[in-house]
């Protein structure tokens, strides 16, 4: 059976849509016991029978049944209401979160059960400061007391602009659902702003903050990366060896070594093709395919996009990829069938329905979502499973990925504290410096088609891929044409026919110069030719720049730097030995000499001084090459 079908026969899991949906999105006019009663989250069991887990009065809510993603642990799926603050307090925070989580504020959709546990963590740490300063309810919050929790935020705890904004959140919700509240703030808590320029994380005109504007997650370096890379390619090359020793009871199945081969196909996926880790962590049995496309063979990664709620995609993947994917497959199989007994046992013990089946059934829902998951791995402070061998399965958990990844880090014999979300940094990075790039011309044409495919064609052309990637690769090459142009714009000597005029044009004082490059990198391209950088839009040579280099040197769209200048060296030292060829016929001398004035020009410019050629006079040298 394929993937695709495999996937859609899987049996159905239970869940409690019903009675949740059934519940009013609004709380204005309910009384106090009509809104306590509200059910908030609910469990199906076998039937489809749903029971209440938790409800609008309760200190704690209990969203398990909510979550979507895998890898978010269960402590961090459970809101704990602050039972340290005014009643009032809590009880409109709960009323304006209960209203965003039901109905969103447009234009976005309703938020998820992850970002509903993660507001309430944060306007925790606002209603406690609240409650310090004597605030009993929120009609009673004023803007001096915004100014000062402010300035707490930013100058006593020195949080970054995004903390800022996650703490003040809470007052921007309080605003939004005031008709939900039973003491609604006395006017909009940021004046004339908005909570975005406020917290610091935009400009006053509309646009991200400087700060927002850079990437903050560092790219792996290239030595690290490689020592990182090498060292799971030989994890798998030997993990058939080390699986067949478990299959015949030598090794046991939660081995430190078996456990390298799981990190290893983890780290081998993510950096392979950028996936975010929900997504690596969402993969399921056989969720891979290859197909063949007029004669050319692409392989595809399949998971569940739930960040942006794309849903079912696919991610362009290298056949190493997939073969690191079957392996780890293997090493899963023991545990998926552990966990298969397990759902088994919950479900004999969920009909049985005890005096509380709640629980038993939040843990049959979890296993059913598990079942077929590929990074999987033993729960110690999960529970019991019943199998006696200590824990239970579960998919790992972004924290879990985390150190996977760092042990990876430190037994391939470097430091670096490797996390998930590098990986798709440096898959984003990687790609980009391929396409901007010093690598070989000719590889540059065949893998990213610049003439007539690029990689945006390529995923356009399946309806499943991960539109995501394309602004992460957009900002990418921005950033790397704004870093090439502001070189250009130093001291730094430069070629070529338009980087004579650029060199003209440093004169000329700019007032901005950040926002002229940043314009400017949205307007132009840069490509390079392995020899220059060009600047054409529509025409140009025709590509013949390519392959004879000094087309370059006079050319209005050719900018030669100082990172050509080995590049010109090795022309100038090509062409002086064609001139030392005697038997070559005067066509060729004519030639080499022309090649040689012009590659000698370009290095005088560049600041290299250029090898002495006999025969050739100096004003052949000079004026002749103009």
Same mark, same amino acid.
């Given at each position: 059976m394929g #993937? @695709? +079908?495999?996937? %859609? $026969?899987a049996p159905r899991i239970p869940v409690a849509y019903e009675l949740v949906g059934a519940q009013p999105v609004s709380l204005v006019g309910l009384s106090d016991r009509d809104r306590a009663s509200i059910v908030v989250a609910a469990v199906a069991d076998h039937n489809g029978t749903e029971h209440v887990v938790s409800r609008f009065g309760d200190t704690r809510w209990d969203l398990r049944s909510l979550f979507k993603l895998d890898n978010v642990p269960e402590s961090r799926q459970v809101v704990i209401w602050p039972e340290d603050c005014p009643a009032a307090l809590v009880d409109d925070f709960k009323a304006v979160l209960y209203a965003w989580f039901k109905r969103g504020r447009p234009p976005w959709k309703p938020p998820g059960a992850r970002s509903l546990c993660s507001a309430v963590r944060d306007g925790s740490r606002t209603l406690r400061w609240l409650a310090g300063m004597g605030l009993k309810r929120f009609d009673q919050i004023r803007p001096i007391h915004i100014s000062n929790y402010l300035h707490f935020c930013k100058e006593d705890l020195r949080l970054k602009p995004t903390a800022v904004y996650n703490r003040l959140a809470l007052l921007d919700l309080l605003w939004a659902f005031r008709v939900d509240t039973k003491y609604a703030m006395p006017e909009y808590p940021w004046g004339e702003l908005n909570l975005g320029v406020v917290a610091g994380r935009m400009e006053v005109r509309g646009k991200p903050a400087a700060t927002e504007r850079t990437g903050k997650t560092p790219v792996i370096p290239p030595t690290v990366q490689s020592a990182i890379f090498n060292y799971c390619e030989r994890v798998i090359g030997e993990a058939d060896a080390l699986l067949d020793a478990r299959d015949a009871g030598k090794i046991a199945p939660l081995d430190d070594a078996l456990l390298r081969i799981r990190d290893a196909g983890l780290y081998l996926l993510s950096i392979s093709t950028g996936m975010r880790n929900s997504e690596a962590t969402g993969l399921e049995n056989d969720s891979w395919r290859t197909e063949k496309v007029k004669g050319v063979t692409y392989h595809w990664v399949r998971t569940v996009e739930q960040k942006t709620g794309k849903g079912l995609v696919e991610y362009l993947a290298p056949p190493e990829t997939l073969n690191a994917l079957r392996i780890v497959q293997r090493y899963a199989k023991p545990l998926q069938e552990r966990l298969a007994r397990e759902i088994n046992r919950r479900r004999l013990e969920a009909e049985v329905e005890g005096p509380d089946? @709640? +629980?038993c059934l939040q843990r049959l829902y979890r296993a059913r979502k598990s079942a077929k998951k590929l990074f999987i791995g033993a729960n110690v402070h999960g529970g019991d499973d019943g199998? &006696? $061998?200590g824990g239970r399965i579960d998919v790992l958990t972004e924290m879990g990925c &985390?150190? $996977?990844? *760092?042990?990876?880090? @430190?037994? $391939? &014999?470097t430091n670096w504290n490797l996390t998930s979300h590098q990986c798709r940094r440096t898959y984003a990075r990687m790609f980009v410096e391929s396409k901007m790039g010093r690598v070989s011309l000719i590889f540059l044409k065949w893998q990213l088609k610049h003439t007539s495919m690029s990689m945006t064609q390529l995923y356009a052309a399946n309806p499943? %891929? *991960? #539109?995501g990637l394309y602004g992460e690769f957009i900002d990418e090459m921005s950033c790397l044409k704004v870093e090439i142009m502001e070189s250009w714009l130093s001291d730094a000597p430069l070629s070529g026919g338009a980087g004579r005029k650029i060199t003209e044009l440093r004169a000329i004082p700019i007032a901005d110069r950040a926002l002229l490059l940043k314009h400017t990198a949205d307007s132009i391209h840069i490509r390079p030719t392995g020899h220059a950088w060009c600047l054409a839009q529509e025409r140009g040579c025709g590509g013949a720049g390519l392959y004879e280099a000094t087309r370059?040197? *006079?050319c209005k769209s050719g900018v030669i730097d100082e990172s050509f200048a080995s590049v010109w060296q090795g022309i100038h030292a090509q062409q002086l030995e064609l001139l030392d060829l005697d038997d070559a016929g005067p066509a060729v001398q004519q030639r080499a000499q022309r090649e040689v004035r012009l590659s000698r020009r370009v290095l005088e410019e560049l600041g290299v001084t250029p090898m002495p050629v006999d025969g050739l006079s100096s004003l052949e040298m000079g004026e002749g090459a103009r």
């Open positions: #993937a @695709r +079908e495999s996937q %859609q $026969a089946p @709640r +629980e199998s &006696g $061998a &985390g150190l $996977a990844l *760092d042990r990876l880090a @430190r037994a $391939a &014999g499943l %891929q *991960d #539109a370059c040197v *006079d």
